[in-house]
Nanobody
Framework: QVQLVESGGGLVQAGGSLGLSCAASGRTFSSYAMGWFRQAPGKERKDAEF???????????YYSDSVKGRFTISRDNAKNIVLLQMNSLKAEDTAVYYC??????????????????WGQGTQVTVSS
């Protein structure tokens, strides 16, 4: 079992940067692939958009086309954290961002159904 807690959301102007952090509990964190999803206003979490994913050892990363080149996912297994660095933010990046864990070492860029553990979400608002 893994428990996830996100932090770092907030309000930022378009073109700015923001970093999200996801702290995980549990001894098995290092064996899980991790991902970030976002839920736009009016959408349900089951329809959350894939943002980025990282394999258990950080060797493989995946990004959605909408964030590729602007966002960077990373992890530190010694500290049980996953990070999402977001640069060149746009108004359309506004959403609730969720950290998610997958009971597999292999990252997935599929939908939320492919992930087993979820944080409570953190709001990111980008003003234009």
């Amino acid at each position: 079992q893994v428990q996830l807690v996100e932090s770092g959301g907030g309000l930022v102007q378009a073109g700015g940067s923001l970093g999200l952090s996801c702290a995980a509990s549990g001894r098995t964190f290092s064996s899980y692939a991790m991902g970030w999803f976002r839920q736009a206003p009016g959408k349900e979490r089951k329809d959350a958009e894939f943002v980025a994913a990282i394999s258990w050892n950080g060797m493989r990363t995946y990004y959605s086309d909408s964030v590729k080149g602007r966002f960077t996912i990373s992890r530190d297994n010694a500290k049980n954290i996953v990070l999402l660095q977001m640069n060149s933010l746009k108004a359309e990046d506004t959403a609730v961002y969720y950290c998610a864990g997958r009971s597999s070492p292999y990252a997935s860029e599929m939908g939320p159904y492919d992930y087993n553990y979820w944080g409570q979400g953190t709001q990111v608002t980008v003003s234009s």
